[in-house]
């Protein structure tokens, strides 16, 4: 089985969503909703109401060097927004380790 979750994306603006019951994860490319969807069910044991998916795409870095105008792009990835069901939750700073182990 392909390892969809890569890493909880944790900021001021995904920790704005947990009251919500929504948790935000960056997810490889070339994962569909579906298989987001049974990834967290089965990594955090809930229960996914909805899931929405964004393409980051990479933006473009300019730079002064000694060698010099090097132009170049940021890596794209693609996120997840996953909303479970009413009253369950998912303790992303415990499980954070695990996922590095994967």
């Not at 994306?9 to 920790?15: G, P």
């Not at 794209?76 to 009413?86: D, E, G, H, M, P």
């Amino acid at each position: 089985m392909r390892h969809i979750l890569k890493r909880p994306l944790l900021s001021e603006k995904s920790a704005s969503f947990e009251p919500a019951g929504k948790y935000v994860f960056e997810v490889i490319p070339s994962a569909n909703k579906i298989e987001i969807r049974r990834a967290v069910e089965d990594r955090y044991n809930v229960k996914v109401v909805n899931v929405h998916t964004i393409n980051v795409k990479p933006k473009s870095k300019d730079r002064w060097t000694r060698r010099g105008f090097v132009s170049g792009k940021t890596n794209r990835f693609k996120k997840a927004i996953v909303t479970l069901a009413q009253g369950q939750t998912i303790d992303l700073l415990s499980n954070l380790e695990d996922l590095g182990e994967a």
